[in-house]
């Protein structure tokens, strides 16, 4: 085949996927501002290069391919996109936003236990700042970037370190092994506690109240409230202080006395508000830095035993 009977070819097969798209895009009615007359028109252009193809009339059909490309692209434009592509594109970009945003900035957290009463109830769903101690590589540990040092009395969502937990229990006795469930050690989970000490604190409690380098923390009496335990009838509601940190704490006086120990390098010493029912680090040991996701940073839905516990929602968490 000669190089003229080649370009005629490449033109025949040029001019009609041109007309099957067009025909394509006038049947679907995408173009919904063009004027009846336009469309009449280029219909009347399609039918013309049809039969320009049907007689394989080489120079009538470069003369109307060109001309009818020139109106299509001149007076129609780019094909605008169907509804259904339009919505396509929407929820693709809405799923990489969600992903984008999990990963490197915000996340939904449920709370499942009363680890953290009263600051945090079972049923409060809040959000994770995941920014705040900078730039992660989505769903590791590694970080790009650091832009804040957790600090003490900060609340912080973090992968619970189940090998070191089981490395730390297994150097306890064996009465104090019952402080953690098995599938926390088999299993991955996310906790939610307190930053008490960082790296080169000691740690200590004594009666109840937690020493912090050789300080006692202060605290301030709030409130007593009654109990359904014959051996501890009173729980204490104390609010503490860390720093800039004020929260509220809750304990019963069973005086399980801690440590000293010190915060080793990497790690913090993280508890649970609700001191006397809190699986902790006086169980299972200290939390890697690296293993917080981020800090606890508003409750935006709470719902309790029997209804929604509306005057929670909007809440900061302190």
């Not at 320009?52 to 060109?66: G, M, Q, V």
């Not at 800090?295 to 309790?304: L, N, P």
């Amino acid at each position: 085949m000669d190089t003229v009977s080649k370009a005629n070819e490449q033109a025949l097969k040029d001019a009609d996927a041109f007309v099957r798209k067009t025909q394509q895009r006038l049947d679907r009615g995408v173009d919904r501002d063009a004027s009846d007359e336009l469309l009449r028109t280029v219909q009347e252009r399609l039918n013309d290069l049809r039969h320009a193809i049907r007689d394989n009339d080489s120079k009538k059909l470069t003369e109307l391919f060109e001309s009818t490309q020139e109106l299509v692209g001149e007076k129609l434009g780019p094909e605008p996109k169907s509804t259904w592509r339009e919505y396509t594109e929407s929820i693709g970009l809405a799923i990489i936003l969600a992903f984008v945003l999990r990963g490197f900035v915000i996340e939904a957290f449920k709370i499942p236990t009363g680890s953290m009463i009263p600051t945090l109830k079972i049923g409060d769903h809040l959000f994770v700042n995941k920014f705040i101690y900078g730039i992660r590589v989505p769903f590791t540990k590694h970080f790009l970037a650091r832009f804040y040092v957790p600090e003490a009395g900060d609340v912080v969502v973090f992968t619970f370190p189940r090998e070191e937990a089981k490395a730390h229990l297994a150097t306890q006795p064996t009465q104090r092994r019952q402080c953690i469930d098995r599938a926390s050690l088999e299993e991955e989970k996310d906790f939610i506690k307190r930053i008490v000490g960082v790296a080169g604190d000691t740690i200590e409690l004594r009666d109840n109240r937690l020493i912090i380098n050789d300080v006692p923390v202060k605290r301030t009496f709030q409130e007593k409230q009654t109990t359904d335990n014959y051996l501890y009838p009173y729980s204490m509601h104390e609010i503490e202080e860390i720093g800039d940190h004020k929260y509220v704490i809750k304990f019963e006086g069973r005086d399980d006395d801690f440590g000293p120990i010190t915060v080793k390098d990497g790690h913090v010493f993280a508890m649970g508000d609700n001191r006397d029912h809190s699986s902790d680090s006086r169980c299972w040991g200290q939390v890697p830095v690296d293993n917080i996701k981020g800090r606890a940073m508003i409750i935006w839905w709470s719902i309790g035993p029997d209804s929604v516990r509306w005057s929670r929602i909007g809440s900061l968490i302190h």
